[in-house]
């Protein structure tokens, strides 16, 4: 399984970025799918995920300025950035919960990160 993120770049403060992970392989089901992010100097931290079953959790800084979505049919999620502040600024990673393989063996995968860049 290979999680493909993609949709990083340079925005100025108050502008919007879409992020985009699109997962590949032999994919039997997923767990859940979400974005974390590192900025220099801190630790990974989490921004937003969805179960299988739509659920969304958000991290605090980010509710009401970011959306996490899905589409099944494309194994893709996707997370709508708006009103980017400077700390947002970070590498932010695709993360997915797989059954995957012939047994539907779980496994958590990560993607290569993309970095987002919020400056004026």
């Known amino acids: 399984v290979q999680l493909q993120a993609s949709g990083g770049g340079l925005v100025q403060p108050g502008g919007s970025l879409r992020l985009s992970c699109a997962a590949s392989?032999?994919?039997?089901?997923?767990?859940?799918m979400g974005w974390y992010r590192q900025a220099p100097g801190k630790l990974r931290e989490l921004v937003a995920a969805?179960?299988?079953?739509?659920?969304?959790n958000y991290a605090g800084s980010v509710k009401g300025r970011f959306t996490i979505s899905r589409d099944n049919a494309k194994n893709t999620v996707y997370v709508q950035m708006n009103s980017l502040k400077p700390e947002d600024t970070a590498v932010y990673y695709c993360?997915?919960?797989?059954?995957?393989?012939?047994?539907?063996?779980?496994?958590?995968?990560w993607g290569q990160g993309t970095l987002v860049t919020v400056s004026s």
């Open positions: 392989g032999s994919i039997f089901s997923f767990n859940h």
């Open positions: 993360n997915a919960g797989v059954y995957s393989g012939t047994y539907g063996t779980y496994d958590d995968y």
């Open positions: 969805i179960t299988s079953g739509g659920v969304t």
